[in-house]
């Protein structure tokens, strides 16, 4: 085997240490990923909706109410809390919801709800069948 001179040894040292100090600033970077974060967000609506598709609509609302307070322009998480309200025998309560969803909206972005929060909306008004097992769209 050949013997490498200093500066491949010294080249290899760098690399190395290089390496070390992006695994600390990809720690340190994930590790700084707060509440906030989009990914981390859609993740846990992806697990509300889970949850809610096995029926565990009741033991969100609270969860979902902390949510919507924190995060008010999403119309994903209020819809997941007119569903939950829904399921939970709280028609009134889902409505409500919306009202609340519609004026936030109003008043801060100058929009009205879109179209899946409507057709949410109207579908509790018709007490729809199928929202005891259809998933969020």
Partial sequence: RQRQGPHVDRRRRN?????????RLAQQHFQAIDRTSPSR?????????????IGRGAELIA???ALVAEYPLREGLRGQLMLALYRS????????AYRAARVALVEQLGIEPGPELRRLER????????LDTRPLD
């Fill in 41 to 53: 967000l859609g993740a846990l609506q992806d697990r509300v909706e889970a949850d809610l598709q």
């Fill in 123 to 130: 579908a509790i008004l018709d007490q729809d069948p199928q």
């Fill in 63 to 65: 969860e979902l109410e």
């Fill in 89 to 96: 025998g709280r028609q009134a309560d889902a409505l409500a």
């Fill in 15 to 23: 690399a190395e240490e290089r390496l070390e100090t992006g695994d």
